[in-house]
Nanobody, 124 residues
Framework: QVLLVESGGGFVQPGGSLRLSCLVN????????MGWFRQAPGQEREFVAR????????YYADSVKGRFTISRDNAKNTVYLQMNSLKPEETAVYYC?????????????????WGQGTQVTVSS
């Protein structure tokens, strides 16, 4: 059974940075298509970033390109989301996700597995 556990959320001022972590249990991430989503209050969940297990490709939402970076540490079986230049409108619960297949990864289908989420609040 896949279990995704996020951490690293918190309170940050506009323009600040945070690094989210996702400890993955039940699958080795060097074979897994991993991603991040977020859900702001009153909004639907939205895609943020995803990456191929080899690191050969990654996709980002247009709104975060150049500011957010998804990465992985295979030795720790952990996926990260480095977020820089954060904006107040990016206040949301951030979710770690895993896609079930290469096809789902490429097409950007709904991930098969979700963590419980970690709150990020961007405010002055």
């Amino acid at each position: 059974q896949v279990l995704l556990v996020e951490s690293g959320g918190g309170f940050v001022q506009p323009g600040g940075s945070l690094r989210l972590s996702c400890l993955v249990n039940g699958v080795t991430i060097n074979h897994a298509y991993m991603g991040w989503f977020r859900q702001a209050p009153g909004q639907e969940r939205e895609f943020v970033a995803r990456m191929h297990p080899s690191g050969s490709s990654s996709y980002y939402a247009d709104s975060v390109k150049g500011r957010f970076t998804i990465s992985r540490d295979n030795a720790k079986n952990t996926v990260y989301l480095q977020m820089n230049s954060l904006k107040p409108e990016e206040t949301a619960v951030y979710y770690c996700t895993q896609y079930d297949s290469y096809k789902d990864y490429v097409l950007g289908a709904d991930p098969a597995y979700w963590g419980q989420g970690t709150q990020v609040t961007v405010s002055s």
